[in-house]
C-alpha cells in the first residue's frame, strides 16, 4: 500500500522560508516522477515543482530561484524547500508520485503567507 504523507505547512510572513516534507512508503521514491503542486482557493491544482529519476529538476516560472525540490533516497524523502515566500504561494501542497500508469497523491498541507 502507497502513501505519501506531507508536513511542514505553516503560517508564515511574507519573506520567510519553509521546508515542506513528502515522506513516502510502499513505493521508492527513486523509481517514481515526483511533483509538489498546490491549489488555492477558488483556483485550480498547479503543478510547481518536480524531480525525475535521473534527478533533473523543473519549476513553474513563479517559484524560480526561490524553491528547491530535492530528495533523500535513503530516507525515502522528497522535500520542497521554499524562500522568500510571498502572500500568492499561499495554498494547500499537495505531493504526488507517478509511477507507470499509476498516480499516487498525498493528504496535504497548508502554507499560508500572510502578515
Known amino acids: 500500500q502507497v502513501q505519501l504523507v506531507e508536513s511542514g505547512g505553516d503560517l508564515v510572513q511574507p519573506g520567510g522560508s519553509l521546508r515542506l516534507s513528502c515522506a513516502a512508503s510502499?513505493?521508492?521514491?527513486?523509481?517514481?516522477?515526483v511533483g509538489w503542486y498546490r491549489q488555492a482557493p477558488g483556483k485550480q491544482r498547479e503543478l510547481v515543482a518536480s524531480i525525475g529519476t535521473s534527478g533533473r529538476t523543473a519549476y513553474t516560472d513563479s517559484v524560480k530561484g526561490r524553491f528547491t525540490i530535492s530528495r533523500d533516497i535513503f530516507k525515502n524523502t522528497v522535500y520542497l524547500k521554499m524562500n522568500n515566500l510571498k502572500p500568492e504561494d499561499t495554498a494547500v501542497y499537495y505531493c504526488?508520485?507517478?509511477?507507470?500508469?499509476?498516480?499516487?497523491w498525498g493528504q496535504g498541507t497548508q502554507v499560508t503567507v500572510s502578515l
Open positions: 510502499g513505493i521508492a521514491v527513486s523509481i517514481c516522477d
Open positions: 504526488n508520485a507517478h509511477w507507470g500508469i499509476n498516480d499516487y
